[in-house]
């Protein structure tokens, strides 16, 4: 009877109060503890790409890119003296933890080159601080502004270490890409690419199979030309570097094709969110040289014809280079500049209703083949942190008013 009249009676609820307040002392910092570890567990598996977020980035029926584009739809090309460019020579400011990862790359590459062995040098580039977009006049025609800033090669190598694991258990990824590429710090945007899609007088398509010696994207098959925007070559004294001149660089260094041969235009800004990298997609249209006579005048030399393993050409026509982007041996091994490029050149030569049409219906022979469901699609990843924070707090003070 005793027992029975503490357990029910008001002894009881006083002792329940009291085991109450006492488990909660004992369990509360064990739970916090418990709760941060599956708070960093969670994060690491984001980081390492297990749960994807929905698709904005560019694709092609079941051809999935990591590239988004930020302005340009290949209808309105957006015309040379429509971009503006502003530069900040301070240099990029690291944080401590990954200046020391500079410092790693800086030994490395050093032992590297001491060996004989191949290595990457510190050229000096820039990093994107800021991009904007306007329009102008009746016609809407399109502008961009890109505010650059100091950086160099080395500190793109440091900051490409996105899902390395820092003393706090985040990542780059995860602690400055959590609210999309085109807000991240300029430190974490230190690489601009150009890419030209070549199209040829007879109508041919060049494209480019990317040298296995290349820091990015090695191996895998991309534009005609790729060039990357260089502080030593691209600035004249105390003038902004100029993304035409850059693309034209490109076209002359990887093809020994000059300025004067073809016409250039500028299709879209796009940032590749796998790797945070942005880039400029050109189409290049030649006056007189045919495919051959640009397989030909490569294999003559070219400066720097190392950076591509091979280069081929195929029909420029809707169908060819959907066959072409789709194919067996090349649908998985795509830079991810290279598919939206060629689809906007499509759109810029041919036309928007005549590039879909076509399109869709190139498109069901290969989803088909492929079945869409079993396809390696590329994940681009985002950061959760601050909601995985809200719901473990959450978690602990529920289970607080619990006990």
């Not at 960093?40 to 977020?53: E, M, N, Y």
């Not at 720097?304 to 998985?332: H, T």
Request: proline share 4%; net charge neutral; charged share 25%.
């Amino acid at each position: 009877m005793q027992i029975n009249s503490l357990s029910t009676g008001l002894a009881g609820l006083i002792l329940g109060a009291v085991l109450g307040v006492v488990c909660s002392a004992l369990l509360e910092d064990a739970l916090k503890e418990r709760f941060r570890l599956a708070g960093i567990k969670i994060r690491h598996r984001l980081a390492r790409g297990t749960l994807p977020t929905p698709q904005v980035e560019f694709h092609l029926g079941s051809l999935q890119t990591s590239m988004l584009i930020l302005e340009g739809d290949g209808v309105k090309p957006i015309n040379e003296e429509s971009v503006r460019i502003l530069v900040d020579d301070e240099m990029v400011s690291l944080p401590d933890e990954v200046g020391k990862w500079k410092r790693e790359v800086v030994r490395t590459q050093a032992q590297l080159k001491n060996n004989g062995e191949q290595h990457f040098w510190n050229g000096p580039n820039y990093a994107v601080a800021g991009f904007t977009v306007s329009r102008e006049g009746v016609n809407e025609t399109p502008e961009i502004c890109l505010r650059l800033q100091s950086s160099d090669y080395y500190t793109f190598l440091a900051t490409q270490q996105l899902d390395r694991l820092m003393s706090d258990g985040t990542t780059l990824r995860t602690r400055y890409l959590s609210s999309g590429p085109e807000v991240a710090p300029a430190f974490m945007n230190c690489s601009f690419g150009t890419n030209v899609a070549m199209v040829t007088k007879d109508g041919k398509l060049v494209i480019a199979k990317r040298s296995l010696a290349l820091g990015s994207r090695p191996g895998t098959w991309n534009s005609s030309a790729n060039e990357a925007l260089s502080r030593s070559l691209d600035s004249e004294g105390r003038t902004p570097p100029n993304i035409y001149n850059v693309a034209r660089r490109g076209v002359d260094e990887e093809l020994a094709v000059g300025r004067e041969e073809y016409r250039l235009e500028l299709l879209a800004i796009a940032v590749d969110t796998e790797l945070q990298q942005w880039g400029a997609a050109f189409v290049a249209y030649a006056h007189d040289l045919t495919g051959q006579d640009i397989l030909d005048r490569r294999s003559r030399g070219a400066p720097d014809k190392w950076e591509n393993e091979r280069i081929e050409v195929i029909d420029f026509k809707v169908d060819e280079v959907v066959k072409c982007l789709m194919s067996s041996g090349r649908r998985d091994n795509w830079a991810p500049m290279a598919p939206p490029l060629y689809y906007l050149a499509l759109v810029n030569f041919y036309g928007r209703a005549f590039t879909e049409r076509h399109c869709a219906k190139a498109l069901t022979i290969y989803d088909q083949a492929f079945g869409r469901k079993q396809l390696k699609v590329p994940m681009i990843y985002r950061s959760t942190r601050a909601s995985l924070d809200k719901v473990i707090d959450s978690i602990i003070s529920k289970l607080r008013r619990v006990f």
